[in-house]
């Protein structure tokens, strides 16, 4: 017997007569703001607050037999946000099912054909998700280059698997595809890197040909006293990149913030200072590794991604 639906549970189209709703007025109190979609075809209060509950709830609710959630979707559930940005919105979940299997006609669910040892696999909230480092290890090497490392770097940070134990597993993989991507970009992954953005910017440096930057480096003024922390320095010449993501340098105050620590940075230290926003990180001009190479003495090739 099917449970009854609960204020705080999410909950699939097809069970709307359960809350006393036909399907025109779920869509009038949905644009209202009555209700969020948490995945394809799935919904919740919205006023639940989200969290990892909310997210294995909902993907339980259409999960195929025998399927186990992975790659960006297992991740999302872990609480780590993996997807590229142009799949951000998509929320349509990924799940791996045995060869042969009988596949679901599900709208809004993708299926990979696959094979996963028992190990491979751990339950969360009573859902079959890929491990953490199978996780890594999927999106190193299905994921296009930059979003590959975003993907691998945001799990080490999260402290879910370490870069030691994502190299080692892909390892003992042969013959898979995308396996060479992996253990390229697996020497890269940077736990203490804190934003896509910044895996981003570290890659193109590094692809640019001007050596792997120090992440997270705590700049001292003369007297000892923190100045602040950038996000990539190369310390012997003194150069500091740092990129200017929407959530945390968008706000007056977070702009008045970051002027007067470069101010400081530039005028009174003496660094030098290249800052990358969306619009030209993610774009297909390569002028930030042109300036920063002119601060190396390092003549940049031609952006490869």
Same mark, same amino acid.
């Given at each position: ?118 190990? /491979? ?31 691998? @770097? ?24 995308? =396996? ?59 150069? =500091?990149?740092?990129? @200017? ?7 007056? @105050? ?30 297909? /001009? ?20």
């Amino acid at each position: 017997m099917t449970a009854l639906l609960t204020r705080d549970q999410p909950f699939r189209l097809d069970r709307l007569a359960e809350l006393g709703l036909d399907p025109p007025a779920f869509a009038r109190r949905r644009r209202a703001g009555a209700y969020r979609r948490v995945l394809r075809g799935v919904y919740v209060d919205a006023a639940v607050p989200d969290s990892r509950s909310v997210r294995t709830a909902a993907a339980k609710l259409i999960r195929p037999p025998d399927g186990v959630l992975m790659g960006c979707s297992a991740a999302w559930v872990m609480g780590v946000d993996t997807f590229a940005p142009s799949a951000r919105f998509d929320l349509t979940p990924d799940w791996m099912v045995p060869h042969g299997s009988t596949r679901s006609v599900r709208r809004g669910v993708r299926f990979v054909e696959g094979y996963l040892r028992p190990e /491979d696999v751990l339950v969360m909230d009573g859902l079959p998700v890929t491990t953490p480092t199978r996780t890594a290890s999927d999106l190193l090497r299905r994921l296009r280059r930059p979003w590959a490392l975003a993907a691998a @770097d945001g799990l080490t940070h999260a402290g879910l698997t370490t870069p030691a134990d994502i190299e080692a597993y892909l390892a003992r993989l042969r013959g898979y595809p995308g =396996i060479v991507q992996a253990r390229e970009l697996v020497l890269l992954v940077e736990p203490r890197s804190e934003s896509a953005g910044e895996s981003v910017q570290r890659l193109r440096l590094v692809d640019g040909g001007l050596g792997r930057p120090e992440p997270q480096y705590v700049v001292l003024d003369r007297t000892g006293r923190t100045v602040g922390r950038v996000d990539h320095a190369y310390v012997a010449q003194r150069v =500091i990149c740092e990129h @200017d993501g929407v959530e945390f340098h968008s706000h007056p @105050d977070d702009k008045t913030r970051d002027e007067r620590r470069r101010w400081c940075l530039t005028e009174v230290l003496g660094w030098r200072l290249v800052v990358t926003t969306g619009h030209d990180l993610f774009g297909k /001009d390569n002028a930030f590794e042109r300036e920063v190479g002119a601060y190396l003495g390092i003549e940049t090739g031609p952006r490869l991604w």
